[in-house]
Each structure stands twice: as C-alpha cells, then as structure tokens.
C-alpha cells in the first residue's frame, strides 16, 4: 500500500481492533492491558515516529503470512541421496539443486531420514526450494567444517579472528556468481567486503541520481528514470560526507552525535556509503514509487543515487528439516572453524521455514540480506557462538517463532554466547516471538538503528561483542516491545540509557548485573521508557503484527 493511502481514519480503526481487539484469554491472564501514549504517538505519525521505527513492512514479501509452494522439479534420491547417514549425500543434494536452478526453479524434495553431507549445499539460483519432510524427520549431518571445505578465512579488518566467526553456512544460500567470487577470495587470502557491490565494494554502477526526499517517504523523484521499471531491485546509496553527518542522522541527530568522534571509527567508516536494496513499485515520469517507505533523509550532501548491484538471489527457500554438525567442542571467542547453519547472502524475498541447526558455531545469519524471512527456527545442542547474526547491512528482515534452546553441554573457558545479534548499520529488522533460553540481544557495534526485537522471552545471560572501532552500539529508533526477562538482568534490555531517540516499552522490572555499558553519546538521548515493571500489559503485546495492520 503506499503511504498516501494512510488516512487517519484507517490507523486509528487497524489500531484500535490491534491494540484492543486482542483480549484474549491468555491477555485477561497477563493483567489489565494497557495502551502506551508511544503507541497512540505512532499511530499519528506511523512513518516518521522519532522513537519506533516503522517496521511492519518487513520479510519476505512485505511479510507475507505463506511462502510459494513451487512444483516439485526433482527428489535427491533420484541424484544418488541416500538416507543412511553413512554414505557422502552432498554431491547427489548439490547436483539435485542445480538441476532445479536448471528448469527456472522449483522444489528439491529430501525425504525423511538421515543423510551424510561432506561438503557445503549451496542454494545458488533464483526461485530454488529445498524441502526436507519436516525438521523432526528430514536430518543433514555435516561432517566438516568450513575451514575444511574452503579455507582459513581472516578477517579483513587484521588480527587472528576467523571470519567464520561471523559468516558462512554449511547450507549456504547466494547467488551463484557471488559464493564463487567470495569463496574464490577466502581461498586467494583476499579477504573480501561480503555485501551487495563485490568484494571490494566496486561492482555498481549508477542508474540515476535521485532528489532530496524526507524518511518515510514512498515516492522519489528521479533525473532519469529509463532503466527503473516495477519489479526491478535496484540499490539506494547513500555516501557521507567529511563531518559524518549521514552517521549522526542514523543516531537521530542533534547534540550528542554532532559531538561524537567519527573519524577514528575505521571499522564503522567502512561500511559507509550505506546501501539499502528496493524493489520498484512503479515509474510515473521521473516519480517512482518504491514497495517499502525511505529508511533515511536523502540529503545533496550524501550524493543519493539509484544503482545496479550484484545480481540477487531472490524467491528460494530451505523448509523442513534439520542440519546437525558433528558435536565438537565449542571453539575458543573469534576462532571458530566455521560448524555454521544456514546463511542467506545477497539475497532478496528468501525465507527458511521449519528448520533446526544443533551443534553449530553459527546458527542462521543475514549476511548483506534484506526483506527475508526465518520462521520457525532453532538453535540446538552444544551451544554456538552466534545463534542468529545480521550484519553488513541486512535490512527489512523477520526472524519470528525462533528458540534457542539452553544449551546441552557447559560453555567451555574463553567462549561467549551472544544470541541475537545486529550490526553493521543494519536497519529495519524485527526479531518476534522468541524463545530464548541463553543469549542476549547482542550489537555488535556497528550503529544498527530502528530495528525491534518483540514479544520475546528471553533469560538474559550472554554478553554483547564488538571493536571500539566500530564505534556506537546503537543508533536512533531501536524498540524493546513487550519483552519478558527472565533473570532479571538490565543489561541490553533496558536501552533508555543507551540509545538515542529510541524506545522500551513494556519491560518487566530488571536491574544492572554482569557486563554494563554506558552510552555513547553525551547528553539528553530522547529515549522513552513506558510500563517499565509489567509483564504482558501492553497492548499491542506484538509490536510488529500490530504495525503490518497499519499498513495493510
């Protein structure tokens, strides 16, 4: 829907049956449900709200409730597959996939069992399912790591750290041009950038140049409009200039990012300029409407353009079933050997459904992904480093129904859990329905802004990661809705106190233990804090589905 479309009318009504329409017996259970003035402020002003973020376009599709069901092109047994959990299924699974990349899509069927693999699967073309019988039928174990399979891979930044630390899976979904360029650099030592313009961020060219336009704007006025038309996935840059001013917008402005010091944050720096992929809704002259509202201002100053971008992944999905690693010990923080599940990379409209990964050093990551959708998911086993990660600028992403279980083993010396993690200026991602039985809601630094964890339960024991140099932990519009601690710990829960012009909303009472942070920015942050002390009183209780009402 675009933006025009908006009426009061129509919020107050979509808000109003959310908000109030929901007392359900489970919410006569929780108390007596209350609607914060945060949320009757975002009803007003839904796209432009300086606290919450408007999020409710997030996922595959817009956050579509069903993914496509294509016809089933081909079963891995017909490649060789066999599901005794002795024999190497890998080549028969990969050739099964590439057979449907083959016939212009379609679904790879594995049927129920326990198949070997001895190598990564690799989801490299367009509109590609691959479909187990259900996570508690369909097994994959992995036997190998990604060191094994493809090399060292150090990080770009210097030092020791493994890179497997925080990228790749063994079911490893890009395009294939893409997997073959970075798997072609980790093993030349080339550490690569692993986003959407190439592995040194060179790979674009521009379509056109595009008029200044306000945050929360749909259409934008373009200099040329001959290369755009609907359906099209092009990429919004923006570059920032020598006072950092694009970087203090992302931390909502004013004194305390001003004052800031920017440049000595080479790691933050580098992942400017800021790269947000869209697909085209419509061409009307040079006015072209875009499927989802601008996540910034486009100012003169950041050089705002439409370009091309490496060729996406888009419409395949992983469903039904389990990848389970060989059980290793846990490595030591940074130096894991890449045991990792699944990852979504330069990729657009994807989803995973209905899936478990155990024993894994990294569970299901967002590398350079955007408008993708993980339902369903698990983190199993012995305990893993990152059970979720989203970095190098993912975007427009829903992670919902996920679980990390408590872990089966003890942490062994010199690891850190860290649970849902965003970095990297990732920006309008929604983590909803969680269970988490470990872990925190982890930033890596990075400035991530207007993203929103909700709806979640999660006993708060991990500990949060990432370089000085990546400069703050957060930028404006982050949102904590309806969040159940379970251990009482403040720390990345309560972000009244740490991040600018953002929002916690509906917090049971929690106080400061284990690592505690100060905030990045100097003065007033314009942070909002509302029915701090309850527990499932605020209505809407989801955040997130109560935004997609909005904007249907």
Request: proline content about 7%; hydrophobic content about 35%.
């Amino acid at each position: 829907m675009s933006g025009t479309h908006l009426t009061r009318r129509t919020l107050l009504t979509a808000a109003t049956a959310v908000a109030l329409g929901t007392t359900t017996a489970r919410a006569a259970a929780a108390g007596h449900p209350e609607v914060p003035t945060l949320w009757k402020e975002f009803v007003r002003s839904p796209l432009t709200h300086p606290q919450i973020p408007c999020v409710g376009r997030a996922g595959y599709r817009g956050g579509a409730s069903r993914f496509p069901r294509p016809r089933t092109v081909t079963d891995v047994t017909d490649h060789g597959a066999v599901p005794d959990g002795v024999t190497d299924c890998a080549p028969a699974i990969n050739r099964a996939i590439v057979a449907a990349g083959r016939a212009g899509g379609g679904t790879v069927t594995i049927p129920p069992g326990t198949y070997r693999v001895d190598d990564v699967l690799r989801i490299g073309d367009s509109n590609v399912v691959l479909r187990g019988a259900g996570s508690g039928r369909t097994t994959l174990y992995a036997t190998k790591n990604l060191t094994e399979l493809i090399g060292v891979y150090g990080s770009r930044y210097g030092g020791d750290k493994s890179s497997w630390s925080w990228a790749g899976g063994l079911i490893w979904m890009a395009p294939r041009a893409r997997w073959d360029s970075l798997t072609a650099a980790v093993r030349a030592r080339a550490w690569p950038f692993e986003g959407w313009t190439g592995n040194r961020r060179d790979e674009w060219e521009t379509l056109t140049p595009v008029a200044p336009a306000r945050q929360g704007s749909w259409t934008v006025t373009v200099a040329d409009p001959s290369a755009l038309h609907p359906g099209r996935l092009v990429l919004l840059r923006l570059r920032d200039d020598e006072d950092h001013t694009l970087l203090q917008h992302m931390a909502g402005g004013g004194p305390g990012p001003a004052a800031y010091a920017w440049d000595d944050k080479t790691k933050l720096t580098s992942y400017v300029p800021y790269e947000w992929p869209v697909r085209v809704h419509r061409v009307h002259g040079t006015r072209v409407t875009l499927e989802r509202p601008l996540p910034l201002d486009l100012r003169p100053e950041w050089d705002p353009r439409l370009t091309t971008h490496v060729p996406e992944l888009t419409g395949s999905g992983v469903e039904g079933l389990t990848l389970e690693a060989v059980e290793t010990p846990q490595s030591p923080h940074l130096l894991d050997k890449g045991y990792n599940g699944v990852v979504l990379q330069c990729a657009y409209d994807c989803w995973v459904d209905d899936v478990t990964v155990r024993h894994v050093d990294n569970g299901f990551g967002l590398v350079a992904a955007s408008a993708c959708t993980l339902r369903r998911t698990r983190v199993a086993g012995r305990g893993a480093h990152h059970p979720y990660f989203c970095r190098e600028g993912s975007h427009d992403n829903l992670i919902e129904d996920f679980t990390i279980e408590q872990r089966t083993v003890p942490a062994p010396a010199g690891t850190q859990l860290h649970g849902i993690n965003v970095e990297g200026l990732s920006s309008y991602n929604v983590w909803s329905r969680g269970d988490m039985r470990m872990g925190t809601f982890d930033s890596h630094r990075g400035l991530p802004f207007a993203n929103v964890r909700t709806d979640i339960t999660v006993d708060n024991n991990g500990r949060h990661g990432g370089d000085a140099v990546a400069g703050p932990l957060f930028g404006a519009r982050f949102t904590h809705w309806n969040i159940r601690v379970t251990n009482g710990r403040a720390g990345l829960m309560k972000i009244d106190g740490l991040a600018p012009y953002s929002a916690t909303v509906g917090l049971n009472e929690v106080r400061e233990f284990g690592q505690t942070d100060v905030p990045d920015f100097a003065g007033d942050l314009h942070s909002r804090l509302e029915l701090y002390g309850t527990t499932d009183t605020v209505r809407p209780r989801n955040l997130y589905e109560a935004q997609r009402a909005l904007l249907r």
